[in-house]
């Protein structure tokens, strides 16, 4: 038996030297010699530490007691120097999975801040932030905004609290009042008052007069209808025109917004943050440079996408109408209804009337910002509902060269 074993290992070296000249394979490049399966974990000065294999714990810890403590003291005066927590800061953020939320926990850990992320839903509804820090550096828990010492526990161990949390429109779950008021202690309304006919508006007035009566030292912003590649508007508008072929326009798009780029909103956060204490218990109002009528801003829209404007004058009362019944049924039926796409009977209500920047508000340049135009960079990403890609569109009719592809 142990002859056959030797016999048949023997044909067996034959036959793969007899492959290899066939189909020469280099042990260079598959062998453990080979750099690429190689650790250096040696730095500068200590080019005599190299490990074969995957360089694991072992390899690190011999090198660190070999080298002693002033390998120590090197390590952390890098880490030190690093943006890595030095801003001194660690900012609980509420409402940063959401669309502004993202933009300042990026701010936030670009500034080399902590930044707690409490968050509701799965473990996934986080994920995408943890890419804006280094390892540790943005940290999610999971809290229940219903529960009081759940919200302390997030806040427990944070020097700034920043409060996002928002929606533009209700559920079963959660209404106007719960989302504005209940939960949001520094949630500032946009550009509303006590007595608006939105419901949305007067809960953010009552909480900012709420917060400014509990915390008179802390910072109001409130920002216009933020413009960018999540915003609920121009993102609406795109795919709404595209699958139907027309967009409404409620009482023929005559009302005046100041739509602000979201990564400006974010900066202003930030920088309130970074400065000597002046903004403390100010209000600002944060409006783009430009100001556009929901007609113009459709237009401009269409321009971006390449498609041939068509709207659909709808008058405010027959919008109203159309968007009633959820409202009437939303806490009446045993199943969710859905989200409404451009009837949301409080928008409409929102959008009655012109929404820009108080004349002798607080804005950008109090906090020595300069906001972004509209048409450039912050609506490009309308170029993704072009038809035919990026360098086509339906209004687009000539040839486009190939050394124009991109």
């Known amino acids: 038996m142990q002859a056959i ?34 650790s250096t974990i040696a730095t500068k000065g200590v080019g005599h530490l190299v490990r074969k294999g995957t360089g694991g714990r072992s ?27 030095c801003s001194g800061i660690v900012a609980t ?16 850990a670009k500034m080399g801040s902590q930044v707690l992320v409490p968050f509701r839903g799965s473990e996934d509804c986080p994920r995408h932030l943890k890419l804006m820090g280094d390892l540790g550096q943005i940290v999610p828990m999971k809290f229940n905004p219903r529960d009081e010492s759940s919200v302390k526990a997030v806040m427990a161990r944070a020097n700034v609290v920043i409060n996002l949390i928002g929606r533009d429109y209700e559920t079963r779950n959660y209404s106007y009042e719960e989302v504005h008021y209940h939960m949001a202690e520094k949630l500032a ?3 509303a008052s006590p007595s608006s006919s939105s419901r949305m508006l007067r809960c953010k007035a009552a909480a900012e007069e709420a917060v400014l009566r509990e915390l008179p030292e802390a910072t109001i912003f409130k920002p216009a209808v933020m413009i960018g590649t999540e915003d609920r508007i ?20 005559n009302t005046k917004i100041q739509p602000v780029y979201v990564v400006d909103v974010a900066s202003a956060l930030t920088t309130a943050l970074k400065d000597d204490g002046t903004s403390m218990g100010k209000i600002y109002e944060l409006g783009g440079p430009e100001i556009f009528t929901v007609h113009e801003l459709a237009e401009i829209m269409y321009d971006v996408i390449r498609e041939w404007p068509r709207y659909v004058n709808v008058p405010l009362p027959i ?6 019944p ?9 199943f969710p209804l859905p989200k409404p796409e451009m009837f949301n009977l409080d928008q409409i209500h929102a959008f009655a009337k012109d929404t820009v920047v108080s004349e002798n508000a607080l804005t950008f340049n ?11 960079y912050p609506i490009e990403f309308l170029i993704s509902y072009r038809k035919g890609g990026p360098q086509f569109g339906s209004t687009i009719s000539e040839k486009v060269s190939p050394d124009a592809w991109p």
Do not use: C
Not at 234 to 253: D, I, S
Not at 319 to 324: P, Y
């Open 59 to 85: 390899s690190v810890r011999s090198a660190i007691l070999r080298l002693g403590l002033p390998f120590l003291r090197e390590i952390v005066k890098v880490m030190l120097e690093s943006n890595s927590l």
């Open 366 to 376: 109090d906090l020595g910002i300069v906001p972004h135009k509209l048409k450039g």
């Open 93 to 108: 953020v509420f409402g940063a999975t959401g669309f502004l939320g993202r933009y300042v926990v990026q701010q936030l």
């Open 234 to 253: 121009l993102n609406r508008w795109a795919h709404f025109a595209k699958k139907y072929g027309f967009l409404p326009l409620m009482g023929n798009g």
């Open 189 to 191: 309304k946009a550009w």
């Open 326 to 334: 959820r409202e009437l049924f939303l806490n009446k039926v045993p």
């Open 319 to 324: 919008a109203k109408a159309l968007a009633t």
């Open 5 to 38: 074993t030797r016999r048949l290992g023997h044909q067996s070296l034959k036959s793969s030297a007899s492959l290899k000249s066939i189909y020469p394979i280099s042990d260079h490049y598959y062998g453990i010699d080979h750099e690429r399966y190689v």
